[in-house]
């Protein structure tokens, strides 16, 4: 399966808010689709399976990626759920919105694509990258990539910044200080039903 490049809203009517695919609200509360006004209860596993989809869809990955990942958190041992949640935060293009760099996660994945942004001094362009504690993530000093950032961080897509992130937005320069905690993950899921889903599919 590719990356989701379909309606967004259509996405966050079926699985709730998601605030790294957009920051519109959606005007109908029931989900798409000719059936969405008949409720039906749920079964055990639709519902893992929706928090999976929460994590693919906020983040913008493929279900490769997110198998792959599964697969590090395990083998990195402790709370499998709470590794995979800290896996894709500390993706660039995730940082690069959690900065401001860009409203969205999609919109910051194109700002990193395009070669805008530097990590320890080095442009990045893989949205994948895995930040670390002690990386220093800047605006490349290009008037076209200051130009396009100033005018993301009058309106970042989320308030706070995360404790394991400090950012001077006069120059544009941000420190990874450490690996973001639990409490600071934005989206509204259950990681350990997600843990229990690629379980059973093993």
Known sequence: MSRYRGPSLRIVRRLGELPGLTRKAPRKAYPPGQHGQARKKKTEYCIRLEEKQKLRFNYGITEKQLLRYVKKARRAGGSTGLVILQLLEMRLDNTAFR???????????????????????????????????????????????????????????????PNHLELDKDKMIAKVNGIIEREWVALNVNELLVVEYYSRQA
């Open 99 to 161: 900065l401001g760099f860009g409203p969205t996660i999609p919109s910051a994945r194109q700002v990193v694509n395009h070669g805008h942004i530097t990590v320890n001094g080095r442009p990045v362009t893989i949205p994948s990258y895995q930040c670390r504690p002690g990386d220093v993530i800047a605006v490349r000093d290009r008037e076209s990539s200051k130009t396009l950032v100033e005018a993301n961080l009058q309106f970042p897509g989320l308030a706070n910044l």
